[in-house]
């Protein structure tokens, strides 16, 4: 499936467009704005995808913003991964920026609101400014802060920057409509108290502008033209461009939302993404359950698919939720003509072709991949001992039944025909070896027509076989609508992990940590990099073979 490397058609599209073709703009410059206060997830990816793509498209550039305003949430660790996540993505940003890099420009734009009698410093605490302002059906009431002349609120405020006040003493707020039927009007807080040490700035401040307000600065500084973000910040466009009208910036960028993406049994806050990891749900922000960039990628998400279903979601006003078998979909079209074929076990069952030459161990030639013939072929062992899937056998099967049972003749894939002939027990009962034989004419590639099996196993030689690690996956979380009083948490699924020990071709040794290979019968597998070791393979399940969704 080849990548389309252009966004379809879609009211930004229409609009960058249009400001092109009136001269509005001469160049396109948008901007990937994350807070560092966590890892991207999908949702985010998206967001990348449209932005980088759309200015590629116009020949314009796009700068990777870091929106550092709260430094009690924010680290160098979240920036670093950031930063790798938008390159693995296959994206290079033009300009590479830091909210905190304006902190200056940012407070003289404060001072330049309070000089136009637009921003006062606030003494109510934070529950009194929620009651004053009012309610979606009630308008606000003024504080009696809002009546403060300049003078004292440029005093309160430099001295609020030099540290004379506790957290939660004062705010800023600007002055703009305690009535307004938008809330977000209603005399907004646009600078906070926080002694707090930022991962840029150290602790050269302990006030730090509020995103409401720092965000259109910063789009306005670097010469933002088109400010793309979700659906949720619609409401606060009005206080976007009040911001830049009113601190009197030259640059006039445009905010325009388009819905976020949502995809079924997954959790897009980050907030919850936290908690998951915090309260050890999970392995970490790259656990290959996590909708994270970089849970997907250890899981073994090609940045191709990726893209191609970020576009493919389209770009849209209205909120939906994507099915999570779209994803799915994508990965498997990416590695269809990418991954190498191979057979793996993952709960092995012993079987011993009794009427198999003993010592004898048998080459057997399969295509790497039979839809890249280029690719070429592998040599696979054959001997007397091999295991099959436990699962692959039944002692007392229902009708309709073609796999292993005694008494019947399945084929081995790549192989020959073998026949049940005796079943091994321990002393609880259990089955732990199967005696077979074989017939030497039935040899795959041979042309044999004798007669026909219904059943085809896969299998690893016993003696040559290489132990590996299986992780298969589950949705992490189960979708159903919380009850009263009921947390997400209620909703991750126990059985979201199952780890099982098995076996590979022994070609397999020299599997690299994120190397892909499609399982004959099992799905598609990435070597994981965070528990692979030399002396053992581990792989994560990235997606099954098949699917019923269609696009």
Known sequence: MEENNTTSSNFIKNIITEDLKSGK??????????????YLHIGHAKSIVINFGLADEFNGKTNLRFDDTNPLKEDVEFVESIKEDVKWLGYEWEELHYASNYFDEMYDRAVLLINKGLAYVEDLSVDEIREYRGTLKEPGKESPSRSRSIEENLDLFERMKNGEFQNGEK????????????INLRDPVIYRISHATHHNTGDKWCIYPMYAYAHPLEDAIEGITHSICTLEFEDQRPLYNWVVEHCEMDAKPQQIEFARLNVTNTVMSKRKLKQLVDEKYVDGWDDPRMPTISGLRRKGYTPESIRNFCRETGVAKNYGVVDVQMMEHFIREDLKLKAPRTMGVLKPLKVVITNYPENQVEM???????????MGTRQIPFSREIYIEQ??????PPKKYFRLFPGNEVRLKHAYFIKCEEVIKDDEGNVVELRCTY????????????RKVKGTLHWVEATQAIAAEYRIYEPLILDEEQGEGESFLDNVNPNSLEIV???????????????????????????????????????????????????
């Open 25 to 38: 703009h001469k160049e396109i410059i948008t901007r990937f704005p994350p807070e560092p206060n966590g």
């Open 171 to 182: 705010v800023l707020r600007a002055k703009i409509d305690m009535s307004s039927p938008n």
């Open 364 to 374: 057997l030639d399969a295509e790497i991949n039979p839809e890249v013939p280029e």
């Open 391 to 396: 699962d692959d056998f039944m002692e007392d």
């Open 439 to 450: 017939d030497p004419e039935t040899k795959s590639g041979t042309g044999f027509t004798g």
């Open 501 to 551: 020990q098995g076996f590979v071709e022994p070609n397999m040794k020299d599997a690299k940590p994120q190397d892909k290979f499609q399982f004959f019968r099992h799905g598609y597998f990435n070597v994981d990099p965070k528990h692979t070791t030399e002396e053992k393979l581990v792989f994560n399940q990235i997606v099954s073979l098949k699917s019923s969704f269609k696009l």
